[in-house]
């Protein structure tokens, strides 16, 4: 059977070879409609149909208007029974949608347009062409897809399209929803949310989802994904719908009823007849999620089962009832307008009548004038006059009270006026503090420019500290390296000069072997010993005398070495030289030529021993003043740093 919605996408159709925008399309192109029309509908002889096109029309009227074609298809096409039309859907679509889809920022698809053009034909005016929709049902589409695709739905956002359009076309639905409602958004995600609002409302689905249902043969529990639509509830094994498992088709006394948990089978639900006891076939239990979900499936389901007493949809109920209430508006608005006329006319004549009163008044006193002049001759018009005068007082209270509604009139308009200023003063009041509070945040943003650009300008001078900080640590390192090889080649030079110490250590016991060989005196036995002669040391300014070129050497080896180490080669004292050599003659008992011997190896021992000790000591006073002076340089490198 043939709807409102056939007709809206026939006049898309039309629309489409209305080239011209005058509201009229060929018939050559029309007679291609009815054809295409007709073969999707399933009309066996549709050659009929265009040739009964033909047959209506003259040959001289080459163009219709939409109502005159739609007349001929509703009494033609859609008085036939046994048809499809709803397959007509497709080739109007076709139809309409090749130039307009040539689009900027497209987002939906060809098929969800298609889905989006199939719901504007279902809640479109039905009450003129060309077809618009009106702007609460336009707002009630785009608030149930902008919520299907998770945002919040503010109905600010759409108040300018309300002023602007208070009728929109389909074209104008799509691009304000592209434009404004879906930019930025994933294409599947507006794509998933016009499917939902076409399948509620142009397949009718009240409601859908996942519950566990009870088998009729096993009893066992299985998943099932259900969908309830007007008048029968299907359900298929998963969300795909590709596998349907059975429908429950509603029809009057059927009930649903709330059952309490039964072990592990909660949220249970009943869905049954009157007549449930003839059969288990009449009688379902489900389970539901969780108690939300359980409470919104009985209140869909009550609502379909009420509707099936009406046999109209739920979805269709609201249409119907949302035009209703909108009508009622309309007729509202209507009729305050009417009367807004009507006193707009009422005003108009009551000021004619003013008007005419006026011109009375006027005509009355010319003619008080004229009677006053003529009374003497026209006394007999006395009391003509009397009832005149009477006539006109009273215009003359009207007038005075016409006067003060004036001047009521104009009273509220200059209070009008007053409150008008005054808030126009407030309004500038405002302007003004607002100026001088984004003058006080310029001045605010200057300074803190100010501010940054000088921090800028301290952070460039710490670097150019930092990177003289650097210089002068690296120089520091190059001192470091310089005390650091002076410190080494000093301890190879006391190296060098211990060994030649030892050589010449080695020396002295070579000489002191030999001598003590060359000169051994055979010791007397018992006390006896015999006298030795004593020859006293010379000591020169140079230190112990040599008596041979030999140990002249040596000890020009000996001085050469401490002036080298910058030990004080100043003579030991006599004092000492005596009772060394009184201890060592009563001790050995020895000749004299052998005690001076050993009191000259004594002495050279000695030296030697005060040179390396000399020698360490420098070397150490060295060692700690160059550790000293580097740790200092260190510190104030890093203090600096």
């Not at 009548?353 to 006395?382: F, G, M, P, W």
């Not at 309004?427 to 650009?453: C, F, H, I, S, T």
């Amino acid at each position: 059977m043939a709807t409102e919605e056939h007709v809206h996408a026939l006049w898309h159709a039309f629309d489409s070879l209305d080239i011209e925008r005058n509201g009229l399309a060929s018939k050559s192109q029309l007679k291609v409609v009815t054809a295409n029309v007709c073969t999707a509908s399933g009309v066996k002889d549709m050659r009929k149909s265009v040739e009964a096109l033909e047959d209506q029309y003259s040959d001289q009227k080459k163009t219709l208007t939409f109502e005159e074609y739609k007349k001929f298809i509703e009494l033609e096409l859609f008085s036939q029974g046994g048809l499809d039309f709803d397959k007509m859907f497709s080739v109007c679509w076709m139809l309409c949608s090749k130039v307009p889809l040539q689009r900027q920022n497209k987002i939906l698809h060809d098929n969800d347009t298609y889905k989006l053009w199939r719901v504007f034909n279902r809640l479109a005016e039905t009450d003129a062409y060309p077809l618009r929709m009106d702007h609460e049902e336009v707002a009630y589409i785009l608030e149930n897809i902008v919520i299907a695709m998770g945002r919040r739905w503010n109905e600010a956002d759409f108040e300018d399209i309300r002023k602007g359009l208070p009728l929109m076309s389909f074209w104008q639905v799509l691009h304000a929803l592209e434009v404004k409602f879906a930019a930025g958004l994933d294409e599947a995600c507006v794509a998933e949310a016009v499917s939902e609002v076409y399948d509620e409302i142009v397949n009718e689905v009240v409601k859908k989802g996942l519950m566990t249902k009870k088998g009729h043969r096993m009893g066992s529990w299985k998943e099932r994904w259900f969908i309830l639509k007007h008048g029968l509830l299907s359900y298929f094994t998963h969300k795909d719908q590709k596998e349907q498992k059975g429908v429950i088709t509603f029809n009057v006394g059927w009930k649903i009823e709330s059952l309490p948990d039964k072990g592990n089978f909660k949220n249970r639900v009943l869905i049954q007849t009157e007549e449930h006891m003839k059969g288990d076939k009449n009688k379902y239990e489900i389970c539901c999620p969780d108690p939300k979900t359980k409470q919104e499936w009985i209140m869909a389901i009550e609502q379909v089962l009420e509707s099936c007493e009406t046999g109209i949809s739920p979805q269709k109920t609201a249409f119907m009832k949302r035009r209703e209430q909108r009508a009622k508006r309309r007729q509202i608005k209507s009729e305050e307008e009417k009367k807004k006329v009507e006193d707009n006319e009422m005003f108009e004549k009551q000021k004619e009548l003013l008007e005419a009163e006026k011109e009375a008044r006027r005509i009355a006193e010319e003619k008080v004038a004229e009677e006053a002049a003529l009374r003497q001759a026209e006394s007999e018009r006395t009391s003509e006059l009397t009832a005149l005068l009477e006539q006109v007082k009273l215009h003359l209270d009207e007038e005075r009270q016409a006067k003060k509604d004036e001047e009521t009139v104009r009273a509220l308009q200059a209070k009008l006026l007053e409150e008008e200023m005054e808030k126009r003063e407030e309004l500038e009041k405002l302007k003004a503090e607002q100026e001088k509070l984004l003058q006080d945040e310029v001045r605010k943003r200057e300074e803190v420019e100010e501010e940054r650009l000088q921090h800028i300008k301290r952070l460039e001078e710490e670097q150019q500290k930092l990177e003289l900080l650097e210089q002068e640590r690296l120089a520091a390192d190059l001192k470091l390296q310089e005390a650091s090889d002076k410190l080494r080649s000093a301890e190879s030079a006391q190296k060098e000069m211990a060994a030649r110490a030892q050589d010449i250590e080695k020396k002295f016991l070579e000489m002191d072997a030999s001598k003590q060989q060359k000169f051994k005196v055979e010791k007397p036995i018992g006390l006896a010993r015999p006298i030795q002669p004593r020859v006293p040391q010379i000591l020169t300014h140079r230190g112990a005398g040599a008596f041979t070129p030999k140990q002249f050497d040596i000890f020009k080896q000996i001085r050469l070495l401490q002036q080298a180490a910058g030990v004080d080669d100043s003579p030991p004292s006599e004092d000492k030289v005596c009772e060394s050599e009184k201890t060592e003659r009563d001790d050995n008992n020895e000749t004299p030529d052998v005690i001076k011997e050993q009191e000259e190896k004594n002495k050279e021992i000695q030296n030697l021993e005060n040179t390396e000790n000399n020698q360490v000591i420098v070397d150490d006073q060295v060692s700690e003043m160059t550790a000293r002076k580097l740790s200092e340089n260190l510190d104030d490198d890093i203090i600096e740093l």
